[in-house]
């Protein structure tokens, strides 16, 4: 090798430069990180909604040998308990040998995506057609939905108060459903409609049906034949959609992308893709110097109102719940406790490099983002972290070469987003928002670097072990 000239020496000691996970990881590790995605790829399949999400999460869980949590029960270093949130959220924890006094470890991640959820009396027929009203869930491009095979997820509560599951349309031999779209043919009228209302709210309907029951003629045959296949099915009647959560979402299972397979394309990745590594990370700790928590969330995606989202105290009573036994207050754990909000950022994409700050942007294969902050108009609306905070968390990457990079979301006033990250940071304790660059996020097809996935599952577990 050449020798180095003097500047070149000085650049490489002084100057910060984002690093590609190819030229920092051996072929072992690239092979680790491919084997570790093809698991997250049967969770992306299995867990497509957060009730879904939450019973994979906890039914591994208890395979790791975690059990519901006990309230006054002293619990010792490495008991592993976790806490149901209404089937939509869970707590992992693993106790560390050190007091709660001295805090807790938490990530936390959200497992709720965008979707269409059914309205509460959605089916209607028009024309000779059935179809269902929806109404949309967190923030979509809504002209992106169209034409998409859809599958239907959820559950219905019957008259006498007992449930039944739906699944239907992503198992061969399922059928599917769709919200149609117009023909370019007619479509002059719908092509001066702004972006937002290329398709609106009310246009979101889903095709469900067309042929009528038996051979007379009358209205609302084709209703009238779903609801008896319905019937047949699940035991249920129209009335019965008023209590129920029907949440309609992509068909497509989660594929390699790319001639080199080098990344994912799926429905779901935000927020699954640092949901999976959170809860693999907790499991990989054995037996922690501080107490770990993984939360993964619902409704992050409206807001984290609800009490299954991060704004509700579900989170705090926990906490407070730990150190009853031992008479610690919860607002003592919380000041002295750190989180990780594992939560996606957007990757750059060079096809609309004009809305991205490059120097300041998270790259694909470049490792996980450190996001010091989201929000929007100079920093609104966001936890800014402590520079402190960050300090600990690159030391704990670096340790264990984890490959990392900052990013923003976006250039200043370009747009702007939030994470649950202020929600925990109002609760007190040390919070920086960390996750994987996604391209096309929120879409129904969105894509993700398997090394970015498997340096999730790697820092996160560096943050709870250091
Ligand atoms: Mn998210
Ligand atoms: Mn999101």
């Known amino acids: 090798?050449?020798?180095?000239?003097?500047?070149?020496?000085?650049?490489?000691?002084?100057?910060?430069?984002?690093?590609?996970?190819?030229?920092?990881?051996?072929?072992?590790?690239?092979?680790?990180?491919?084997?570790?995605?093809?698991?997250?790829?049967?969770?992306?399949?299995?867990?497509?909604?957060?009730?879904?999400?939450?019973?994979?999460?906890?039914?591994?869980a208890e395979k790791q040998g975690f059990v519901p949590f006990e309230k006054n029960k002293k619990y010792k270093a490495g008991d592993k308990v976790y806490s149901d949130i209404r089937g939509k959220s869970v707590?992992?924890?693993?106790?560390?040998?050190?007091?709660?006094?001295?805090?807790?470890?938490i990530l936390a991640a959200h497992i709720d995506s965008p979707r269409l959820d059914l309205k509460p009396n959605p089916l209607y027929e028009e024309d000779d057609l059935a179809l269902f009203k929806t109404h949309y869930y967190g923030g979509i491009k809504k002209y992106q939905w169209p034409t998409v095979p859809l599958a239907l997820h959820g559950v219905v509560f019957r008259k006498d108060g007992s449930c039944v599951t739906v699944r239907v349309g992503d198992e061969p031999g399922d059928p599917c459903f769709v919200v149609t779209d117009l023909l370019p043919h007619l479509d002059r009228q719908q092509a001066d409609r702004p972006m937002t209302?290329?398709?609106?709210?009310?246009?979101?309907?889903?095709?469900?049906g067309s042929r009528p029951f038996?051979?007379?003629?009358?209205?609302?045959?084709?209703?009238?034949?779903?609801?008896?296949?319905?019937?047949?099915?699940?035991?249920?009647?129209?009335?019965?959609?008023?209590?129920?959560?029907?949440?309609?979402?992509?068909?497509f299972p989660a594929v390699d992308l790319g001639f080199d397979r080098s990344m994912i394309g799926s429905y779901g990745h935000d927020d699954r893709v640092?949901?999976?590594?959170?809860?693999?990370?907790?499991?990989?700790?054995?037996?922690?110097?501080?107490?770990?928590?993984t939360v993964l969330t619902d409704k992050e995606e409206t807001g984290s109102d609800g009490n299954t989202g991060l704004q509700s105290a579900y989170l705090k009573h926990f906490i407070s719940d730990l150190g009853e036994p031992y008479a610690i207050p919860g607002r003592d754990i919380l000041r002295a406790s750190s989180c990780l909000s594992a939560d996606v950022n957007a990757g750059y994409d060079p096809t609309f490099a004009s809305v991205y700050e490059k120097k300041n942007a998270a790259f694909l294969n470049k490792g996980i983002v450190l996001t010091k902050y989201t929000g929007s108009g100079g920093k609104g609306g966001t936890n800014d972290a402590n520079a402190e905070f960050v300090s600990l968390v690159r030391q704990a990457f670096d340790k264990?070469?984890?490959?990392?990079?900052?990013g923003e979301l976006g250039k200043v006033d370009e747009g702007g987003g939030g994470t649950v990250a202020k929600y925990v940071?109002?609760?007190?304790?040390?919070?920086?928002?960390v996750g994987v660059p996604v391209l096309s996020m929120h879409a129904p097809f969105e894509t993700v670097a398997k090394s970015d996935v498997y340096m999730a599952f790697k820092g996160f577990k560096a943050f709870l072990e250091f």
């Open 1 to 60: 090798m050449p020798k180095k000239t003097e500047a070149e020496a000085l650049k490489e000691k002084l100057f910060y430069e984002r690093k590609h996970a190819s030229y920092v990881c051996d072929e072992k590790e690239i092979k680790k990180a491919d084997d570790y995605c093809r698991e997250y790829m049967n969770f992306l399949n299995t867990g497509r909604t957060e009730r879904e999400a939450a019973e994979y999460i906890i039914k591994a």
């Open 91 to 105: 707590i992992l924890c693993t106790f560390g040998k050190k007091s709660l006094k001295e805090g807790v470890r």
């Open 197 to 208: 209302k290329v398709i609106k709210g009310e246009e979101l309907n889903i095709l469900v």
């Open 214 to 251: 038996g051979k007379e003629k009358g209205d609302n045959l084709v209703k009238l034949n779903i609801l008896k296949i319905l019937n047949e099915k699940y035991g249920i009647t129209e009335e019965d959609f008023l209590s129920a959560e029907l949440e309609a979402v992509p068909v």
């Open 274 to 293: 640092c949901a999976y590594p959170s809860f693999t990370a907790q499991f990989a700790v054995k037996k922690p110097a501080y107490t770990c928590l």
């Open 400 to 406: 264990a070469n984890v490959v990392w990079q900052t």
């Open 425 to 433: 940071a109002n609760l007190g304790a040390q919070v920086v928002d």
